[in-house]
């Protein structure tokens, strides 16, 4: 594990967010502010989790790192190429290389297609098989997945929550990309299905090299295939930083309260446990007052965090974190 770990920190940096904002204006003078200033890089090879509440723009920099939105400033590089720019043949590897699996396995199917088009939506659309050759690709998929054969003529209404979002996952893989934004892909299934999932996306990994950016709500499922932890609180990174280290010593007032809402199994931690309690919810990103955007929720605030927006800095080594009280 050690080993593979070191793998990964000297692997080359795939995708390189560099002080990203997407804003989304309404009417004349409402700002949605829904991602202000973002920066991380992600490894070849690697995961990301990306965290926070409903709201905090985890989607929004997904959705724009891929290219689905355009960046109101900043840039994204992919392989040293800026994603916003792309033309012509650039583009088209780039929607080869990157695909995104749906947090909606119900939504993300369409219902009229079999599971074998589904599966090979991808690879007819880049042309990659045919005939024989199209349909070996799409079992292979479908076995590494944990599906058979047979399913590949069926419907997705004749499938559970997990199995879907295995289908999602081998529509994904079937063009064989090099980096997947997984949206929330386990949010929508039984807790019973999310480790499956979970398992399967670590597995797959490892054997094909793939590189994630992986989106949830909560820092439950995310500690198990993340490398890396970057948590988000309305439009701004709160904190990143190794996976190991975010959940033995979080820094950030907000990253200390969504731990602490982590249910723990083990009766004797669970007794010595403080559960921080969060008031009310995550504020709005339209026209955001100035300074930290968590004030409003942290009994830690003192007068410098309503006047100015602390930057995301190194406190210790590869430990980022914004706030004053550092
Ligand atoms: Fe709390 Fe101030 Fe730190 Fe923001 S900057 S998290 S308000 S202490």
């Known amino acids: 594990m050690e080993e593979r770990q070191n793998l990964k920190e000297n692997s080359k940096i795939l995708v390189d967010v560099k002080h990203l904002k997407k804003y989304f204006q309404y009417g004349k003078n409402a700002v949605n502010k829904a991602v202000d200033d973002v920066s991380f890089f992600i490894r070849e090879g690697e995961t990301l989790g990306l965290v926070g509440e409903s709201g905090c723009g985890k989607t929004t920099t997904g959705r724009t790192v891929i290219g ?19 033309t012509g043949h ?43 050759e199209r349909m070996e690709k799409v079992y292979e998929y479908l076995h590494l997945v944990g599906l058979s054969k047979e399913h590949g003529s069926r419907f997705p209404h004749e499938f559970s929550g997990g199995q879907r979002q295995r289908i999602g996952i ?15 892909p386990i949010s929508a299934l039984d807790v019973s ?19 994630y950016l992986f989106i949830a709500h909560d820092l439950s499922m995310v500690k198990h295939i993340s490398d890396r932890v970057a948590v988000m609180y ?20 907000y990253t200390k309260a969504l731990l602490s809402a ?17 008031e009310g919810d995550v504020p709005s990103a339209i026209n955001p007052p100035p300074g930290c955007r968590f004030k409003s929720r942290c009994k830690y605030a003192k007068p410098i965090c309503g006047q100015e927006m602390p930057p995301l800095k190194e406190v210790e080594k590869d430990h980022f974190v914004a706030c004053h009280l550092y």
């Open 68 to 86: 689905m939105y355009s960046a109101t400033e900043g840039e994204v590089l992919y392989n040293g190429q800026n994603v916003h720019k792309l």
């Open 90 to 132: 650039e583009k088209k590897e780039f929607t080869k290389d990157v695909q995104v699996i749906f947090q909606d396995p119900y939504a993300s199917l369409n219902p009229r297609m079999t599971v074998t088009d589904i599966v090979a939506e991808g690879i007819d659309i880049h042309g990659l098989y045919k005939g024989a």
């Open 170 to 184: 081998a529509r994904a893989l079937a063009i064989e990309p090099k980096f997947i934004m997984c949206d929330e």
């Open 193 to 211: 299905i999310q480790a499956q999932v979970v398992n399967l996306l670590i597995k797959l990994q490892r054997e094909m090299g793939l590189t």
């Open 234 to 253: 309305l439009g701004c990174m709160a904190e990143l930083t190794s996976s190991y280290e975010l959940y033995a010593n979080p820094l950030h007032p």
């Open 262 to 278: 982590i249910p723990i199994p083990d009766p004797n931690i669970e007794r010595t446990r403080h559960r921080i309690m969060l």
